[in-house]
């Protein structure tokens, strides 16, 4: 039997020396990055605080293909970021990512939140069978360079 493309997919924690290829994965998925505040410093000081970085490598290339990052506030699970590169979409990775982060919530005994956009209806629907429920009585708004405020 010839291996195919999963046999070269491997799931595991973030490793500091992934920073470089998680933020060009972040970038080519508009997940977020450098501009959002996603720095090496943030991302280490999330996973000293409860949190997980799950990435997806394909072996063959040496190359973060997936990621799932889940924060922790001392309430709740925030899991951001699931995203996989264009070329390794429609294998399942997404579904992967999202079982194994709900996993990680699941073994901490904590609620779990999300956010999508509306117009990733793919995602939506995943979350949907997967137990997630939408909170529909919420707008979020954000301060992402706390200089700018207007007091």
Do not use: C
């Not at 949190?51 to 899991?79: A, C, K, N, P």
Request: proline share 1%; no cysteine; net charge negative.
């Amino acid at each position: 039997m010839h291996p195919t493309l999963m046999d070269y997919l491997q799931m595991r924690g973030y490793q500091a020396q992934d920073y470089d290829q998680v933020m060009d994965l972040w970038m080519a998925t508009g997940l977020g990055g450098r501009n959002r505040g996603d720095d090496r410093q943030i991302i280490e000081h999330s996973l000293e605080l409860g949190g997980r970085l799950i990435v997806v490598e394909d072996t063959r290339e040496q190359q973060i293909v997936g990621t799932s990052w889940m924060t922790f506030d001392g309430r709740r699970i925030h899991l951001h970021h699931i995203g996989v590169l264009p070329e390794y979409r429609n294998l399942g990775l997404g579904k992967w990512l999202t079982r194994e982060s709900l996993r990680f919530a699941q073994s901490k005994g904590y609620q779990i939140k999300l956010e999508v956009r509306e117009d990733n209806t793919h995602a939506i629907e995943l979350y949907k069978k997967m137990g997630f429920n939408r909170l529909g009585d919420y707008d979020i708004y954000i301060v992402r360079d706390v200089n700018d405020l207007k007091l």
